[in-house]
Structures are given as C-alpha cells and as structure tokens.
C-alpha cells in the first residue's frame, strides 16, 4: 500500500513563529502536493513539486513556501504564522493519475 | 463560481437508504475522482473515472461527459459511511480542482 505521511496530526502555533509541516511518502512517486482545506471552500492547492528541487506555485501560495531536497519528502514552509493559516493541511502525492492522500495536519494560530 | 459543484452540501439518512451525493463541473477534464474523508482528516481515493460507471461493493460512480456530471451512490447505507464526500476532477497532469464536499451522516 502507498503511504502518504505527515508528521503531525495536530499543531498549535504562535503568530509569526516558523512552521515546518513535513511529509513523507514511501512509492517514489515524482509530484507531491500541499492543500489547505477550509470548511466551504474545499480543498485548495499551494504549493505542487514534479521532481527534486522543482516547485510550482498553486492556487494560495501567498505566506508559503516549500522545500523538495529530496524524492520522498515534500515540506511546507509557514515563514511567519498568522492566525488566517489556522487551517487543515493535506498532502498528497500522485502517479499514473492517482492521487494519495496523507491523514491531515490541523494547524491552529493563535 | 466554483469550477466544481456539488449537492447536497449536507445530507442525513437512515441506515438501508439508498444515497445520491452529485458533481458537476465547468471545466474540460481528463479524470474525474470520488474521495472519502473521515472525522480526523484522512483522505482517501473511491472511484477514478473519465467515462461510464464503476461500482465497488456498495458503491457506485457514474460520469456522463457530455452533461459534466457525476453522481455517486452508496446502496443499504451504513452509519460507517458517514463521511465527507469530495468530488475532484483533473485537468492536466498536476491540475486537480476539488468541491467542497457533501457531509453525510447516516443514522442507525
């Protein structure tokens, strides 16, 4: 079975602390992707990697970053948290069309 | 307006009904894709489809192209099937756009 990996399930954060949300997946798929999840508005994209080291901005970039050193690891970079990055975080990774999901990181600024 | 549409947003049965969550779109797509997501967050993949129907087990995922719609149905309902139900559709490669999702609560 893929398994996608996130490495929280629940944070709480203090504005304009770093945030690291890191996550793992073990099927060498090549893109990996980060959405946030509000109630209302579904799933939106922020950041997707096609491969090491190449990032593509999504739909919400703005206050994200991430970083791809390597395959298997995708991380979301919150470079100053602010209480409107209290969210649901998912990632996910695809091949051959198929997207898996991680369990989710519920992220609260306070 | 959200390129995805679904109805209803929320939906309570009882537990033997038979349930229809829809999905319609307005954009040209080259899959369409049904999610599962549970109370604690975890997602995961029911049905791809880009045409016709696909059942597994009590479930079944219909698309119809040429009316950009999907349904899903989900037979002898069960209160394990409550859930949120999220309809996705691709547009390319890494170009996913998701609905809002339907919450479903089927009660015993």
């Known amino acids: 079975d893929v398994k996608v990996t996130q490495s929280s399930r629940y944070l709480v954060k203090r504005t304009g602390e770093k945030v690291f949300l890191e996550c793992v997946q073990d099927?060498?798929?090549?893109?990996m992707f980060w959405y946030r999840q509000d109630p209302g508005l579904g799933l939106r994209l922020i950041y997707f990697?096609?491969?090491?080291?190449?990032?593509e901005k999504g739909d919400i970039p703005e206050g994200y970053s991430v970083s791809r050193e390597k395959k298997e690891r995708f991380s979301l970079i919150l470079e100053s948290a602010s209480t409107n990055q209290t969210s649901m975080y998912l990632c996910?990774?695809?091949?051959?069309?198929?997207?898996?999901f991680g369990q989710g990181t519920r992220l609260t600024v306070v | 307006k959200n390129e995805v549409e679904q109805s209803p947003q929320n939906l309570t049965a009882q537990e033997g009904e038979f349930i229809t969550i829809n999905c319609s779109y307005s954009?040209?797509?080259?899959?369409l894709h049904w999610l599962q997501q549970h109370p604690g967050g975890g997602i995961v993949s029911l049905f791809m489809?880009?045409?016709g129907k696909k059942k597994h087990g009590r479930l079944i995922a219909t698309i119809n192209i040429q009316e950009k719609h999907s349904s899903l149905h989900i037979t002898a309902s069960h209160p394990r099937d409550s859930a949120v139900y999220i309809c996705?559709?691709?547009?390319?490669?890494?170009?996913?756009?998701f609905g809002a999702g339907t919450r479903l609560t089927v009660k015993p």
């Open positions: 996910a990774s695809s091949a051959s069309g198929q997207a898996f």
């Open positions: 099927m060498d798929h090549e893109n």
């Open positions: 990697s096609y491969d090491v080291k190449m990032k």
């Open positions: 954009v040209g797509i080259s899959a």
């Open positions: 489809l880009s045409s």
């Open positions: 996705a559709v691709r547009r390319g490669n890494n170009d996913m756009r």
